[in-house]
């Protein structure tokens, strides 16, 4: 009985998400359209103009996908606005340190409402939980856009910098791209990236004992079992 009403409150959190992102695309789509000149023929738009109306659209659809995570935790969490307003930045220091401690693992596992990351785990890898709201997997780390090369994608806010972790990830898979690559230079970006790990996993063990001072044991368990304390 408790797991199929979670699991109608998940699907009812993943409708929600779909209109109100649908929603926000829409409102960026009518806003460039007004913008545009009078019965401008589409496919004379200059590209300047394509381009900033999909980085509009890429950000109201990265900023919805936050507010709805945040509102599926709270809910999961079970607090109420003022509790959330203490949790959230001490949540937020351990999600980063975590996806950090992890930076490069796979598979890559993440929520269905964002991409925080948690660490190893995954469909093929059996992890993710569900409860009060939202259905969370995980993921570590930034993002690659794909094995065979591209450029580490920050994960959640894509304009800050690289961390060193991601910087790390970036320059070894450069490398990476010879088949026949450097064996010095390869060794050396993997031990900067143990120590990178390392100093993450650190920080990531203080976020937690931070965070654990604010919440009661129901709560430190449940985030226990999304993988974000341990």
């Known amino acids: 009985m408790i797991m199929a009403s979670l ?3 998940s699907i009812s959190l993943r409708n929600k998400l779909y209109h109100h992102t649908h929603k926000k695309q829409n409102n960026a789509y009518i806003r460039w359209v007004i913008k545009a000149k009078p019965k401008r023929d589409p496919r004379h738009v200059p590209i300047e103009e ?9 950000e109201e659809q990265r900023k919805a996908m936050e507010e709805q995570e945040a ?3 709270q809910q999961t969490l079970g607090v109420d606005e003022q509790q959330w307003k203490i949790i959230a930045p001490k949540l937020k220091s351990v999600k980063h340190y975590r996806e950090q401690a992890f930076i490069g693992t796979k598979p890559p596992f993440q929520s269905s409402f964002s991409s925080f990351g948690t660490g190893p785990g995954g469909p093929q890898g059996g992890g993710g939980f569900a409860g009060g709201g939202a259905s969370f997997q995980f993921q570590a780390g930034g993002s690659m856009s794909g094995m065979g090369g591209g450029s580490m994608t920050p994960m959640g806010d894509p304009d800050r910098p690289l961390t060193d972790g991601e910087r790390i990830i970036e320059e070894l898979q450069w490398l990476l791209h010879d088949l026949e690559p ?6 050396q970006k993997m031990n900067e990236l143990r120590k990178a790990r390392e100093k993450a996993f650190q920080q990531w063990v203080r976020a937690q004992e931070d965070l ?5 044991l129901r709560q430190e368990a449940t985030l226990m079992m999304m993988g974000l304390l341990n």
């Open 50 to 58: 394509k381009i900033k109306y999909m980085q509009e659209l890429a």
């Open 182 to 187: 450097n064996p010095t230079d390869v060794r």
């Open 212 to 216: 654990r001072k604010v919440l009661n």
């Open 7 to 9: 699991i109608r409150l």
């Open 71 to 73: 509102l599926a935790m």
